[in-house]
């Protein structure tokens, strides 16, 4: 996933949230087409029992400054799926205790040779929003007393229908069901070994891909086509 979501609130989003059973809106969901990494993103959490929606900083770690916080050196908008039951990384406390979902209309990749951009791709679910799972953490500011959240949305190896447009990896895309949903959003649930068939390259609802010019514009320039989901996971 290559740093960029379309996160337009619409009223397939909101039938989402309603769908997820959201008891409170603590901020004002972003609304933007064009969401880039380090940018504020809307994600979904629990916590006690009770299921939110507040604003989060893409991007997982950060580094606090004398008035706030920046996004750190180290590149985090995305966890890879093999780091999260590393000790000491960055995703592997999160994994365990701060699991999220981010609501996405649909996301970007970016396909490079020689470090060079060689094509691009927006993808949408074919039948709505896109379950994105994520994690996130809070930081408290030792001066200020604020506290800020963060986010990262988890990767996996790349897809074989998905490689002709992204060759490295992928993003996490939950099934929409609610036994995945209430585990991956429970707090309670800090046995990870039920995640693990979920970080394993799968596509669990019809995608629509489409070749754009470049990712500030996305004025198309190949017709969309559907990417069919797997027809089986495991979970």
């Not at 991956?184 to 754009?212: C, G, K, M, Y």
Request: charged share 25%; aromatic share 10%; hydrophobic share 35%.
């Amino acid at each position: 996933m290559c740093g960029r979501m379309d996160m337009t609130y619409d009223e397939h989003v909101q039938k989402i949230y309603y769908q997820l059973q959201i008891a409170r809106m603590l901020d004002e969901p972003v609304n933007s087409r064009f969401v880039r990494a380090t940018d504020k993103v809307s994600i979904v959490r629990q916590k006690q029992g009770e299921r939110f929606v507040q604003s989060a900083t893409w991007w997982l770690l950060l580094e606090a400054q004398q008035d706030g916080f920046k996004p750190s050196r180290y590149t985090s908008f995305n966890t890879r799926y093999d780091k999260l039951n590393v000790p000491r990384s960055a995703g592997f406390q999160p994994f365990r205790q701060s699991r999220c979902i981010l609501v996405a209309k649909g996301f970007g990749e970016t396909e490079f040779k020689n470090k060079k951009p060689i094509h691009y791709h927006d993808l949408q679910g074919q039948d709505g929003p896109l379950l994105l799972g994520g994690l996130c953490r809070d930081w408290h500011h030792p001066q200020t007393g604020q506290w800020h959240t963060s986010c990262s949305v988890i990767t996996l190896p790349p897809h074989p229908k998905l490689k002709h447009i992204h060759s490295k990896a992928m993003p996490l895309i939950l099934p929409k069901e609610d036994g995945v949903v209430n585990d991956w959003l429970s707090d309670a649930v800090t046995d990870v070994e039920r995640f693990s068939p979920l970080l394993r390259p799968h596509i669990p609802e019809n995608l629509v891909a489409q070749q754009i010019d470049k990712p500030s514009t996305f004025v198309p320039i190949s017709k969309p086509h559907v990417i069919d989901a797997d027809l089986y996971q495991s979970h």
